[in-house]
């Protein structure tokens, strides 16, 4: 499996494996934990290194899972995991990156994930409460100490990426990104490519949609965080379709699958982009990880992102409460 590096030297899989849907967000899991642990391990087995977490995933349940999978392949493995939120009686209710807060986090998720280091720790949102400075600043702490080997943020705005990495160099934003998601080209790409530090980014099959695997007959749980995002109403998924029969002719020219195209769109925009796609199947793993070795023609490609961007979407990417939680 190609290898990317991150940053100032987090070398990593080419794709990543997002493991919050194992615990939340995409309705009944389709396997139960044993099989969750199985597919973890499945794909270390094919080639993954890099697995993402949070602490909010859950809560807690999620990292104590990748904790429990990976712990016998350990070595073989890089984990990243996010603090940054105020989780009270099993559920979410703000941010909160105190200083102290972080500490309590950190050392937490660590006997969570059965391991004594973090290789990447990202705050998963910026706290308008505490000074980046602050944030930054407490995790070289943690850098010093041996807790976390790497500083990462979260949906954080161009000036919060600078005044943080100003403090302590930040490896990797981790940040919505993908064909339908594109707002971070304007300022942020530019920024991370002038302070050298790598993109990851979430949701990169757009949350299922670009793998033609959602359309107006899709009827979401109601625990799915679908319900609750603007361009996946009925009415904007029947105008997002059009996205979708690009990336299917797209393709289909090539033998590939749509989420294959997704993903290798994401891999040829940068040569440290490591996309994080989320699957608790193991057959999906092998299909994702065939965007690896997908060498769409650069043509193709920048036919493609114009074709996209062209179209538009309809629909915002997040509700009002979850925009008002990002730095953007
Ligand atoms: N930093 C943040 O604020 C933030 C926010 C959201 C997510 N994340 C991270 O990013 C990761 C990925 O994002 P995401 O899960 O929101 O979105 P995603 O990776 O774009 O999409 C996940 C969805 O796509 C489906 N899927 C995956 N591969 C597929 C394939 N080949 N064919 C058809 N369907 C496929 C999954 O279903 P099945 O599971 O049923 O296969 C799931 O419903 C998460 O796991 C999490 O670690 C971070």
């Given amino acids: 499996m190609e290898k990317r590096t991150l940053g100032q030297g987090l070398e990593v899989s080419a794709l990543g494996l997002g493991c919050m849907g194992m615990s939340q967000s995409y309705g009944p899991n389709p396997g139960d934990r044993d099989e969750m642990i199985a597919v973890l391990r499945g ?21 104590e899972l990748v904790g429990e999978a990976l712990e016998p392949l350990r070595d073989q493995v ?23 807060q972080i500490r309590r986090v950190a050392d937490a998720s660590l006997q969570r994930l059965r391991t004594d280091r973090i290789d990447l720790f990202y705050q998963h949102r910026v706290d308008p409460a505490v000074p980046v400075e602050d944030v930054a600043g407490t995790v070289a702490e943690l850098v010093a100490e041996g807790k976390v080997a790497h500083f990462g943020l979260s949906e954080a705005g161009a000036g919060t990426i600078r005044r943080a990495h100003a403090v302590h160099p ?19 790409l530019p920024t991370l490519d002038e302070l050298g530090i790598s993109l990851v980014p979430f949701s990169p099959l ?17 625990g799915d965080v679908r319900t609750l995002i ?85 629909g915002a990417r997040y509700n009002e409460a979850m925009q008002a939680m990002t730095g953007l």
């Avoid at 984990?79 to 009270?88: N, P, Q, S």
């Avoid at 670009?210 to 359309?215: E, I, K, M």
């Fill in 170 to 188: 930040v490896t990797a934003l981790q940040s919505e990104y993908s064909l339908w998601t594109r707002e971070i080209e304007a300022e942020i």
């Fill in 206 to 222: 757009g949350k299922g949609f670009l793998t033609g695997t959602v359309d107006t007959s899709t009827e979401f749980t109601p």
């Fill in 78 to 100: 890089v984990l990243a995991t996010k603090f940054g939120f105020d989780i009270r009686d099993g559920r979410s209710v703000g941010v909160d990156s105190r200083p102290e």
């Fill in 43 to 63: 794909a270390v087995e094919r080639g993954v290194t890099f697995f993402d977490t949070a602490e909010v995933y859950g809560p807690y349940v999620n990292e």
């Fill in 230 to 314: 603007p361009r996946f109403t009925e009415e904007n998924r029947a105008a997002n379709q059009a996205l979708v029969d690009l990336v299917e002719e797209v393709a289909a020219a090539h033998r590939a699958t749509p989420a294959q195209v997704a993903l290798a769109w994401l891999l040829a925009q940068r040569p440290d982009i490591v996309p994080i796609p989320g699957t608790r199947r193991l057959s999906r793993i092998e299909e994702n990880l065939g965007a690896v070795t997908l060498d769409l023609p650069a043509a193709d490609l920048t036919a493609l992102g114009e074709a996209a961007e062209r179209l538009g979407v309809a």
